[in-house]
Antibody, heavy 121, light 109 residues
Framework: QVQLVESGGGVVQPGGSLRLSCAASGFTFSSYGMHWVRQAPGKGLEWVAFIRYDGSNKYYADSVKGRFTISRDNSKNTLYLQMNSLRAEDTAVYYC??????????????WGQGTLVTVSS | SYVLTQPPSVSVAPGQTARITCGGNNIGSKSVHWYQQKPGQAPVLVVYDDSDRPSGIPERFSGSNSGNTATLTISRVEAGDEADYYCQVWDSSSDHFYVFGTGTKVTVL
């Protein structure tokens, strides 16, 4: 069965950096687009970034553009999110998520359980 | 940026029908997806491409989309349907790409 397991969350000071990882299994990782979606405590879902199945295209939310970088290693079935210049408003649970199908605008059919990132001094 | 507006809350008695709206400019021209999220859990896809259901999702969940409003309908509501629900679209006309609605808390009375 599909499994997405995030890791790398924790407490970091404002201005600091963190790299999240997502280990994928149970499907052909190299065939699907992948997302990072976050949820601040008590708030709604916010899409963060997307990467195409082959890494050829990457899209970012305005709120993280220039600070976050999404990447993937299809040989390791792993998705990454490099987060730099972190701010208090980046505090959230970060979910790794998989596209249901090929093509732009696909819905998300599987989500990880999330990893908490807390930006605080 | 493209904005999706949902009512903050909807209350419904067991066995009745809950309708959750998602408003957006000409949303009828886009494909709308709906997610259910229970406390402490990851979201679950319940309807995609306006009205399709993933395998394992009960037929009680249905969707429609026209004009400026998309709607998720939950028929014969059960206590287990109590959750937050989010609509989502892909907006190719802006830099925001994947947009989530503001979310609706469904309370089963």
């Amino acid at each position: 069965q599909v499994q997405l397991v995030e890791s790398g969350g924790g407490v970091v000071q404002p201005g600091g950096s963190l790299r999240l990882s997502c280990a994928a299994s149970g499907f052909t990782f190299s065939s699907y687009g992948m997302h990072w979606v976050r949820q601040a405590p008590g708030k709604g879902l916010e899409w963060v970034a997307f990467i195409r199945y082959d890494g050829s295209n990457k899209y970012y939310a305005d709120s993280v553009k220039g600070r976050f970088t999404i990447s993937r290693d299809n040989s390791k079935n792993t998705l990454y999110l490099q987060m730099n210049s972190l701010r208090a408003e980046d505090t959230a649970v970060y979910y790794c998520a998989k596209d249901l199908k090929y093509g732009s605008g696909s819905p998300i059919d599987y989500w990880g359980q999330g990893t908490l990132v807390t930006v605080s001094s | 940026s493209y904005v999706l507006t949902q009512p903050p809350s909807v209350s419904v008695a067991p066995g009745q029908t809950a309708r959750i709206t998602c408003g957006g400019n000409n949303i009828g021209s886009k494909s709308v997806h709906w997610y259910q999220q229970k406390p402490g859990q990851a979201p679950v896809l319940v309807v995609y491409d306006d009205s399709d259901r993933p395998s394992g999702i009960p037929e009680r969940f249905s969707g429609s989309n026209s004009g400026n409003t998309a709607t998720l309908t939950i028929s014969r509501v059960e206590a287990g349907d109590e959750a937050d629900y989010y609509c989502q679209v892909w907006d190719s006309s802006s830099d925001h790409f994947y947009v989530f609605g503001t979310g609706t808390k469904v309370t089963v009375l």
